[in-house]
């Protein structure tokens, strides 16, 4: 089993930033890829980013140019820096972890998922 917690999450402006962190532990690998996922009030829960276990990176296209996801394999925790965020950011975000290192866009792609934790952007 693996387990994933993310912090980071809360409240800011548009136009602000945060960093999101997920901690995986248990059975965990620096080869399983990893991905980020958000679901806001009443939508399906949609694809933010992932990083393969080499370390390609994929992004959404609504993200794209504004959000970044890096591992850091020693400390086992992957990082979501957002930037120039916008309201329709506003969302739970999900940290999920797939084994394998390959990458994968869609929930059903990943076995293990964090709780999640609120991103609330303010217009």
């Known amino acids: 089993q693996v387990q994933l917690v993310e912090s980071g999450g809360g409240l800011v402006q548009a136009g602000g930033s945060l960093r999101l962190s997920c901690a995986a532990s248990g059975r965990t690998s620096s080869n399983f890829a990893m991905g980020w996922f958000r679901q806001a009030p009443g939508k399906e829960r949609e694809f933010v980013s992932a990083v393969s276990g080499p370390g390609a990176t994929l992004y959404a296209d609504s993200v794209k140019g504004r959000f970044t996801i890096s591992r850091d394999n020693a400390k086992n925790t992957v990082y979501l820096e957002m930037n120039s965020l916008k309201p329709e950011d506003t969302a739970v975000y999900y940290c999920?972890?797939?084994?394998?290192?390959?990458?994968?866009?869609?929930?059903?792609?990943?076995?293990?998922w964090g709780q999640g934790t609120q991103v609330t952007v303010s217009s």
């Open positions: 999920a972890a797939r084994s394998s290192a390959s990458l994968r866009y869609t929930p059903s792609g990943y076995d293990y």
